[in-house]
């Protein structure tokens, strides 16, 4: 249970567009008061849509054209993180507090949300819930990912429960460099993620899951949930607020996620990148390489032969190669590989 007694409040937003449901949670912390208590925004999203974090760049990451031919918008969204599926119907829940009841900001919020994450999924009879980083996993797969932002006084913390992961939509959006890229992050999305549909007895309908928040809240907070629904002044309030964050940050500069590459999770990273022995490919699982190919037959059968299950660091690399491809060969390899993998090391 949480230090803090005082009863969270319970806002049920319903379903939102998609920049509706970012701009209520951003208005929402970005005005919270400094005695406010600690809120508990339930929303879902009634249309599929991409959400990528704070500083990512959206362009880089996703194919965007593909994203407008299906009719997926794309959302920067306040939190950070990398590029994020939202269904339709999704579950979702912000967690927003002031910031000055947070001793330990961020690391104090993800310890609270994330807690709250997997209670709710052991009581809906999950097995194997553990944290991994910012993220939880269910025996050994993803199955929620996580942000937390500092918005003026407030702070949030959100998360979202994963009914259904539809792959292949999710992977239509993803920026390809090349007609296998996708080839090989199919299988990696299908082994590292999982879903509610795949881990529970019987899929929870968004009702359920809600009903099994406001048990978990009250455990933890050890009082009643008080459950508020503001007017439709305050509504608009929150939204005309929360616009304004996502055009602050949609004007604002961002990055690939991750270099070359994707994060699947935390332990699974799939890359691709070109240099003058044509495009190198590769898929990092945890700290080994799990497959490497590159545009050259004669390369690639060396590499799978001398890296599989290797480690990707750059004298490892050299180490293996040494002999069995030109020596130009073996450093441009060596390093780009070395240099993918430290991105992720060190991130």
Known sequence: MVASTVAPEWIDAGGCSAEELHALYAGLAS????????????????EAHVSVGASQDAAADLDLAACA???IPVVRRPLGGGSVWVDADQACFFLIQPRHVLARGHRHLFAMGLGIAMDVLRDLELDGVEARGQDVWVQGRKIMGTGAATLDEGCVFGASFLR????E?????????SDGYREW???????GMTDCARQCPETPEPARIAATLRAVLERRFGAPVRHWEP???TRAGWLAAGREELADLADGQGAPAVRNGIRVNRDNHVFETRGSCGRLRLHVEGSRIA??????PAITAVLESALIGESPE???VRSRLSGRLAAPVVDEISARVDGLYRGIATA
């Open 185 to 191: 992050l199919l299988p990696a999305l299908e082994s």
């Open 164 to 167: 259904r992961f539809p792959v």
């Open 314 to 316: 750059r004298l490892r």
């Open 169 to 177: 939509r999710f992977l239509a959006c993803v920026h390809a460099p």
């Open 231 to 233: 007017d439709a002044a």
């Open 69 to 71: 031919r299906a009719g």
């Open 31 to 46: 005005t919270t008061a400094p005695d406010a208590p600690p809120r508990v925004l339930w929303a879902h999203a009634l």
């Open 291 to 296: 497959r490497i190919w590159c545009e050259d």
